[in-house]
């Protein structure tokens, strides 16, 4: 019983410290949405260009999210309203936005 119980928590414990900054800080919030995050990423790119621009406009973005600058459809922000402020550190962002980049850069050969 003890065992078991010990097993299940390691194995919790395990999990909850595989998650990157991405999957902790983006992904849940985001599974709900119709628009995928490998979808936005590439509406994202595609108005701000290259690496250092998307890092830069992205972290803004996330910190003060608007109707007016963002990529997303008014349709889209009709049903599914514009996103909170982040209230992550530097850290957390730069950390979360960097595996962001270099998880869907791949599927883009535009920079
Ligand atoms: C609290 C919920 C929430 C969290 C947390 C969140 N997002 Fe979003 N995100 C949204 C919603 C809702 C939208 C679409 C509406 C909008 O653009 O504001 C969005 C829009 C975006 C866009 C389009 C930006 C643009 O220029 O319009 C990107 C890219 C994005 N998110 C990536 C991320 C990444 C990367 C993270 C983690 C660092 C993250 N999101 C965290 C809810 C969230």
Same mark, same amino acid.
């Given at each position: 019983?003890? =065992?078991?119980?010990?097993? #299940? !928590?390691?194995? /919790? #414990?395990?999990?909850? %410290? !595989? @998650?990157?900054?991405?999957?902790?800080? $983006?992904?849940? $919030?985001?599974?709900?949405?119709?628009?995928?995050?490998?979808?936005? %990423? #590439?509406?994202?790119?595609?108005?701000?260009?290259?690496?250092?621009?998307? &890092? !830069?406009?992205? =972290?803004?973005?996330?910190?003060?999210? *608007?109707?007016? /600058? *963002?990529?997303?459809?008014?349709?889209?922000? +009709?049903? %599914?309203? /514009?996103? @909170? =402020? *982040?209230?992550?550190? +530097? @850290? @957390?962002? +730069?950390? !979360?936005? +960097? /595996?962001?980049?270099? &998880?869907? =850069?791949?599927?883009?050969?535009?920079?």
């Amino acid at each position: 019983m003890v =065992k078991k119980f010990l097993l #299940m !928590a390691t194995l /919790i #414990m395990s999990g909850m %410290f !595989a @998650e990157d900054a991405y999957e902790r800080h $983006c992904v849940p $919030c985001h599974a709900p949405l119709p628009t995928s995050l490998q979808r936005m %990423f #590439m509406n994202h790119l595609l108005v701000y260009g290259g690496e250092h621009n998307f &890092k !830069a406009a992205l =972290k803004h973005y996330l910190r003060y999210p *608007s109707k007016d /600058i *963002s990529v997303m459809s008014d349709l889209f922000i +009709d049903n %599914f309203g /514009i996103k @909170e =402020k *982040s209230t992550l550190s +530097d @850290e @957390e962002l +730069d950390e !979360a936005i +960097d /595996i962001y980049w270099s &998880k869907f =850069k791949v599927f883009n050969k535009l920079k």
